[in-house]
Structures are given as C-alpha cells and as structure tokens.
C-alpha cells in the first residue's frame, strides 16, 4: 500500500510556487504525489517536475479531467468527441513526461453539464468508444487508467460502483477508482459497492476523501473501514487523499466549496496521512 496526496488541495498547475509543499508531503511520509494534469500543451513542464519529485523521492500519480463540452466524449457531436480523444492523448503525453503511474479523474464528460436524463445507450456507446481509442496508448506509457465515478450533482454518465463496472464490461476493461466521499452520497451500502468492485478485477485506484471533502477522519464517511475493507481484499495499490479548499477557484464552483472545511492544508495532509497508516495497520 501506498499513501498519496492529490495536489489539488492547493493548485490546479504545480509550479515552483509549490515545491515547499511537496518537501513538507515528503517529510510527513507520503509516497507519492497526484498531480492535475490539467494544462496540457506542455510536456516539457512536466518532465521539469518530474526530476524535482525523483529528487524528493516522491512518486506520482495524475488526476485529469474533460474541460469543457467542446472536448466531451460523449457529445452527440463528432468533432467534439474527436477532440476529447486529442485531448485524452495530450493528457497521456503529459503524463508520461512526468513518470506517472495512474491516470485518475472523471475524464468521461465534463464536470457540471447535465442533459436533465439518465445517461443514455448512446452517450454510453459514444463515450466507450473514445476511451478505446486512447486506453492502448495509456498502457503503452505504463500508465494505469483510474476512471472516477462522480455523485450525481456534478455528473451524469457514472455515479456507481455498479454502473462503472458495467462501464468497463462496454468498453472491455478499464480501471476504476473509488473514492469515499462519491461513495458516501451515492452507494446504498459503500462496503459491499467496494467489495463488488473488487472482485469485478476493475478496482485501480483508491481517493480518500471525507463527506464534506476536508480533513479526512473528523467527518462520517466510513474510511477507517474502508482501508479495513480493503486491506482484507489484498487491496495493494495507492490511498491517495483527496480534499478540497477554495484555492483553486474554478474547481471550488465546480465542486461546490462555498466555504472552509478545515484549519489549515497541514491539518488536513498530516492528520489524513496519520489516519490512513494507522487504519491500515490497526486491520486485521
């Protein structure tokens, strides 16, 4: 088991500005990093950072998204999609500059835009589609996809375990993640939703993330039986904590942080990191 931090708690472009914060994960014990790969028209910059986090000893995972409707891979429209699979390959460019393991994130539409239906066939069929055409060249990079199903009030396509795995069926095999808070709002009973994941053979990547999206172990999603849960499935891959401010301001309106959810980062990254080894090793 690995234990990650998505960056997104305080960026949405890792620059410079940021490499404190990367010492200071380092120190506190994380193995690796999630870094958004939401800029993609430069590799270069990626394999920049790469050597800064070699140096550290930091390894790293990514989170990407779809950016708007004009890239969407499920748009009934043919150019768009089309650029969705433009830009899903910058995305593995990006992500292979920088040494990346996983591929995370909803990158099967965009976050927020809703049709006011449930997914349809089509949009299944045309986002399936999309994916095949990039998922050979994401393997071919050693990259894992990590596909992230979202509630229900910031996408329609996928919102359960159930639907993702029937997901990976259409599109004959992918990666999925699961995160807890998703799990938290959508799943009857988000244990069994794990469990039926996993013997899917689908589960890739692990989000921690609380109910109200702050600092992990002070709110009600069941994480400590989580990482109980998974540790007795064999589960040996990345538990990557996800929580969100309002720094990055497009993504707090896109996720609906109005307000704070904790003290400070460090509250959320040393107590989250502290919660995850201690659940992990407290589990039978």
Known sequence: MKIGMNLL??????????????????????DGVEVPVFDVSDTAHY?????????????RTVVAIIPDEAHS????????RQSAV?????????????????????WFQPLGVFTGEKPSAAE???????HRQI??????????????????????????CEQ??????????????????????????PLAALRALHASGHLSHVHISEND???????????????????????????????????????AAATRVWRDFFASEEEVYTEGFDLIRSAWDLAA
């Open 9 to 30: 708690l305080w960026t949405g472009h890792v620059t410079e500005a940021h490499y404190g914060v990367l010492q200071a994960l380092k120190d506190t014990g994380f």
């Open 86 to 106: 433009d830009h899903l390959r910058r995305v593995i460019d990006c992500s292979a500059a920088l040494g990346g393991q996983v591929v995370a994130g909803p």
């Open 135 to 160: 998922l050979p060249a994401m393997r071919d990079a050693g990259l894992t996809p990590g596909l992230e199903p979202l509630n229900r009030f910031e996408a329609h396509l996928l919102n359960t």
């Open 164 to 189: 993702a795995i029937a997901y990976a069926e259409r599109v004959g095999g992918i990666g999925i993640l699961y995160d807890t808070f998703h799990a938290n709002i959508e799943e009857k009973d």
């Open 47 to 59: 394999a920049t950072l790469a050597g800064v986090l070699d140096d550290l000893g930091l390894e």
């Open 73 to 80: 891979p499920i748009s009934p429209n043919a150019a768009a």
């Open 213 to 251: 999206r702050g600092t992990p172990g002070r709110g009600h999603a069941p994480i400590r039986k989580t990482i109980g849960e998974l540790k007795t499935l064999g589960y040996d891959g990345w538990l990557t904590i996800e929580a969100f401010g309002r720094g990055v301001p497009d993504l």
């Open 124 to 130: 299944l069929d045309r986002c399936a589609e999309v």
